[in-house]
């Protein structure tokens, strides 16, 4: 009994989290796209991860707190149900790059989330060094490539919008931008990972997962642009 009230309490405190900070969120972006529920979910896998690794192996504490915790709060703060309720809207109202961005990005972030929430309790409290492998340091790598190009495509967006860039230029911008990008994180995964075959399916797999994730980053990218504009750069 002890126990299901804890994760009563836990639970609660999860949802007025969720609603608090979902809000704050759609009130800066808007709700044109689910940002609200994609920093939700993104943070609590993060918080998850790190959270599971410090509770059940560096501070042992009783199951209890745990669980008020990893499945009262946590299970309120995240919400799957949300973010499948938003991407179907967005299929419902034709928004199908947006449903498929939405989706990607909610998967790719949340396990990356997770499993930087693991790795940083492992190193960080025990004071060791991360140690990756040859995969991880290639997918860190790789994270920091698109961070690069995320912030790229912002500044291609500011840049466009203040100095009056035509559409079609700026399309070109974008698609050239995607299509470099794409090509570039193909090559760099296929000499990397060792352990993958040359096979043209699992080459065209790598590719299209890339250039999905490519052109949700710099989507994205180019709606935060196109905000800061609005709000701070217009006269």
Same mark, same amino acid.
């Given at each position: 009994?002890?126990?299901?009230?804890?994760?009563?309490?836990?639970?609660?405190?999860?949802?007025?989290?969720?609603?608090?900070?979902?809000?704050?969120?759609?009130?800066?972006?808007?709700?044109?796209?689910?940002?609200?529920?994609?920093?939700?979910?993104?943070?609590?896998?993060?918080?998850?991860?790190?959270?599971?690794?410090? !509770?059940?192996?560096?501070?042992?504490?009783? *199951?209890?707190?745990?669980? &008020?915790?990893? $499945? =009262?709060?946590?299970? @309120?703060? /995240?919400?799957?149900?949300?973010?499948?309720?938003?991407?179907?809207?967005?299929?419902?109202?034709?928004?199908?790059?947006?449903? !498929?961005?939405?989706?990607?990005?909610?998967? *790719?972030?949340?396990?990356? &989330?997770?499993? $930087? =929430?693991?790795?940083? @309790?492992? /190193?960080?409290?025990?004071?060791?060094?991360?140690?990756?492998?040859?995969?991880?340091?290639?997918?860190?790598?790789?994270?920091?490539?698109?961070?690069?190009?995320?912030?790229?495509?912002?500044?291609?967006?500011?840049?466009?919008?203040?100095?009056?860039?035509?559409?079609?230029?700026?399309?070109?911008?974008?698609?050239?931008?995607?299509?470099?990008?794409?090509?570039?994180?193909?090559?760099?995964?296929?000499?990397?990972?060792?352990?993958?075959?040359?096979?043209?399916?699992?080459?065209?797999?790598?590719?299209?997962?890339?250039?999905?994730?490519?052109?949700?980053?710099?989507?994205?990218?180019?709606?935060?642009?196109?905000?800061?504009?609005?709000?701070?750069?217009?006269?």
């Amino acid at each position: 009994m002890n126990q299901l009230l804890v994760i009563a309490l836990g639970g609660s405190l999860g949802a007025i989290s969720r609603f608090w900070v979902a809000n704050s969120i759609y009130g800066i972006f808007g709700r044109e796209f689910p940002h609200g529920t994609l920093f939700i979910n993104v943070s609590g896998s993060f918080l998850m991860g790190f959270l599971t690794e410090l !509770l059940i192996q560096r501070l042992p504490i009783a *199951v209890e707190y745990r669980a &008020a915790i990893l $499945i =009262g709060f946590l299970g @309120a703060y /995240t919400t799957f149900s949300s973010f499948a309720l938003e991407t179907y809207f967005l299929i419902d109202q034709g928004a199908y790059f947006k449903a !498929l961005a939405n989706a990607f990005l909610s998967v *790719v972030l949340c396990v990356g &989330a997770v499993w $930087i =929430g693991l790795i940083w @309790a492992r /190193t960080f409290f025990d004071g060791s060094q991360i140690s990756l492998t040859t995969h991880e340091q290639a997918y860190v790598t790789l994270v920091m490539g698109w961070a690069c190009v995320f912030i790229l495509a912002i500044g291609i967006s500011l840049i466009a919008t203040l100095t009056g860039w035509p559409s079609n230029v700026q399309r070109v911008a974008h698609v050239s931008l995607l299509g470099l990008t794409t090509v570039i994180a193909t090559l760099w995964m296929t000499f990397k990972l060792t352990s993958m075959d040359s096979e043209l399916g699992e080459l065209f797999t790598l590719f299209s997962l890339n250039g999905l994730f490519a052109g949700s980053a710099i989507w994205t990218a180019t709606q935060l642009g196109n905000w800061i504009c609005k709000q701070y750069l217009s006269p």
